[in-house]
């Protein structure tokens, strides 16, 4: 009977739980090449699958980067509207707020990396922004990219798992395949 309650439980680990593996199979592979297989092939999962984790929280931490950009710029084309001497209520943080009074609506302070700040016309401010929020879209796309290819190698080596424990269980039980966590994360 195959014992695959260690790979449903998040991967597995060891060779504990590969014991039905290889049972009952011929044509020409032997039992313990069949477990060196779902071995290897369970290590690769796993490293998909820190490889996937890994990209998501990149993906997030762009995804805030340019909702943060998307603020900045549509602030700035609110602020084009005022005028000087107008009242603003500006956050502070905590949910908390202060009354502000603008004082120059031509200047706006924009970072340029490295931790440095440059005064900047509004409409030069929100084309560098822009650009800003270009190039983290092309890495948002990428990482989704990388997140679609990861996706598509774990249901390939999913498949071959499957494949294998098919081939155990025709002389036992049939057997239900490992975990992974992957599914809908892209």
């Known amino acids: 009977m ?4 260690e790979e449903r439980e998040g991967f597995g680990g060891g060779a504990g739980g590969l014991g039905g593996f290889g049972a009952g199979v011929s044509g020409g592979e032997t039992d313990r090449e069949r477990q060196a297989e779902v071995q290897s092939l369970l290590l690769r999962l796993r490293q998909y699958q820190a490889q996937a984790e890994a990209t998501l929280q ?8 340019i909702d943060e950009l ?3 710029i549509d602030t700035i084309k609110y602020l084009k509207n ?5 009242e603003l209520i500006v956050p502070i943080g905590a ?21 440095i700040s440059a005064e900047k016309r509004p409409d030069d401010a929100i084309k560098h922004l822009e650009r800003r929020r270009e190039e983290l ?3 948002q796309q990428e990482l989704t990219n990388l ?14 798992l499957q494949e294998i ?13 490992p975990a992974t966590g992957f599914g809908g994360a892209v």
Do not use: C, H, W
């Open 2 to 5: 195959l014992r695959m309650a």
């Open 58 to 65: 990149q993906l997030n931490i762009v995804n805030q980067a």
């Open 70 to 72: 998307n603020r900045a």
């Open 82 to 86: 005022l005028q000087n001497g107008d």
């Open 95 to 115: 949910g908390s707020f202060i009354y502000a009074t603008l004082s120059d609506i031509n200047r706006v302070i924009v970072g340029i990396g490295g931790g």
């Open 137 to 139: 879209q092309k890495t």
């Open 147 to 160: 997140m679609q290819r990861i996706e598509m190698e774990a249901q390939r080596i999913q498949a071959r």
């Open 165 to 177: 424990a098919g081939g155990a269980s025709t002389a036992s039980t049939t057997a239900t395949p």
